[in-house]
């Protein structure tokens, strides 16, 4: 059905747009409002520890989820991690 090559395709097109500066541009997205909700209620120790727990969090899943991804993709994902970073405060990724 030409409707729904019509909707993958713009679906598609969409996800490139921020998966071209960032790897895991959700989780970017999650990090910045969660640390960046309590910098905007003026909460130092909840900033700390959002983002703490945020960043220990993202360097367990963010490797994992980068191993799944080189096994199924290969080299074209080895080539996609060496153009765009991850974005997230010490967060390295899966490095062969």
């Known amino acids: 059905d030409d409707d729904d090559d019509d909707v993958?395709?713009?679906?598609?097109?969409?996800?490139?747009l921020f998966h071209s500066w960032s790897r895991h541009?959700?989780?970017?997205?999650?990090?910045?409002?969660s640390v960046g909700t309590q910098v905007l209620l003026c909460?130092?120790?909840c900033t700390v520890g959002y983002?703490?727990?945020?960043?220990?969090f993202f360097?367990?899943?963010?490797?994992?989820?980068e191993m799944t991804l080189?096994?199924?993709?290969?080299?074209?994902?080895?080539?996609?991690?060496?153009?765009?970073?991850?974005l997230i405060p010490f967060v390295e990724g899966y490095i062969l």
């Open 25 to 33: 541009p959700s989780y970017v997205g999650w990090f910045i409002w």
């Open 51 to 56: 983002a703490v727990a945020t960043i220990s």
């Open 8 to 16: 993958i395709c713009c679906f598609v097109a969409f996800g490139l």
């Open 43 to 45: 909460n130092p120790i």
């Open 70 to 86: 080189l096994r199924i993709f290969g080299k074209e994902y080895e080539q996609y991690q060496q153009r765009v970073p991850v």
């Open 59 to 65: 360097r367990d899943r963010v490797p994992y989820e």
